[in-house]
C-alpha cells in the first residue's frame, strides 16, 4: 500500500495559509507524508481508503517542554500542597537523589511509559529535558536516555543549583565538563532564569557556552516573579521562553518584537494553585504562543496536552482554536520545525482522529479522551 485517502472528515485541521480549517474534507497520506488535502467530493483516487465518519482530523500535539526523565514520584508533596499543609521535605532534590539512584533501564522504562500515555493522548512530538542528575554523570546519562525517545533533547544542567556546591562552581561545571559530555545527545541548551536558580548573568553565560557547542537556547523565564529571563531569552536569540507568568510590558514587547515563542505551561499554575499566564495579553500584542505540558513530577505531573488545552481555554483568554494552534503550530514554532505541528501538504502524517465533530471538544468536554493517533 503506498496511498492512503482518509474521509468522511467532518472537521480537518491543516493550518494551511489558504485553508486552515476545512468542513467535509479528505487528505490523503503517502509515505508518511499528507500528499492533498481538501473537499472530500474531490479526492483523488488512493490505494486504501479510511472513513472517519464525521469526526474531527486534526495534527498530533506538539509537546515543546517537557521533564520526562526522572524517577519517583511526588505525590505526597501535592497532596499536603493541595491540602493547604506545610511541606519541608525535599523538593526537587528528591526527584534528584531518586534520579540518580534509577538505572539507564529503569529512567527508559519510566520515559517510554509517559511516551504511550502521551501518544494516546494524541501527542506525536516531544521535547524531552535533562536536570534531575546535575552531576556530569547523571546528565549525559539523563540526555542518552532521552536521545533514544526523541530528536528534541535539551541540556537543562542549569535546572537548580545542587547543595554542595556554590552557583560560579556550579556554572563553570555546567558550562564545563557537563556541557561536554551532554552536548553529543542535546539539541537544545536551557537554564531556569529565576530569583533563587540562576541570574541574569549566569544565565547569560550558559546560554553562550551552550551556543558554542551547537546547542540552540531556550529559557524557563518569568516563572516564579518578575525577572530577567525574557530579555535574556530575546538578546540570545532563543527558540523559546517558557512560562511566562510574571511579564511587564517591555517583556511582552521584547516577545513581540524578537519572535521568541511564549511557551504557556498551565499544568503548573493548576498543579500549583497559582495565578496563569495571561495569554490573551500576549497574542494581542502578537506574541507566537505554545501551549506545553512541563510533565514534571513536582510542579505539573500532567502527560495530557488536552488538559492543557482545556485550561488555556478556561482560564487564560484563548480561544479554543487559537489554544489548538499553540498546542501543535505554536509548539512547532518553539522547536524550529516545519514539518510537524499541521497538515498542510509536505507536512509528516501525524493525523489525529477525535472522537468528536470538531477541535472545540477538546476544551468542551475536559478530561475525556477523544484525541488518538491514526494508526495504519
Ligand atoms: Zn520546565
Redesign the pocket.
Known sequence: MTSLLITNIGELVTWDSERPVLRDAALVVEHGKVTWFGDRTKAPDADAVRDVGGAAVIPGFVDS?T?LVFAGDRSAEFEARMSGRPYEAGGIRTTVAATRAATDEQLAANVARHLAQMRALGTTTVEI?SGYGLTVHDEARSLAVARQATEETTFLGAHVVPADIDVAGYVDLVTGPMLEACAPYARWIDVFCEDGAFGADESRTVLAAGAAAGLQPRV?ANQLGPGPGVQVAAEAGAAAA?HCTHLDDADVAALADTGVVAGL?PGVEFSTRSPYPDARRLIDAGVTVALAT?C?PGSSYTSSMPFCIALAVREMGMTPLEALWSATKGGAFSLRRDDVGHLAVGAKADLVVLDAPSHVHLAYRPGVPLAAPLTS
Open positions: 517542554h521533564h529535558k524557563h517558557d505551561l512541563d514534571n
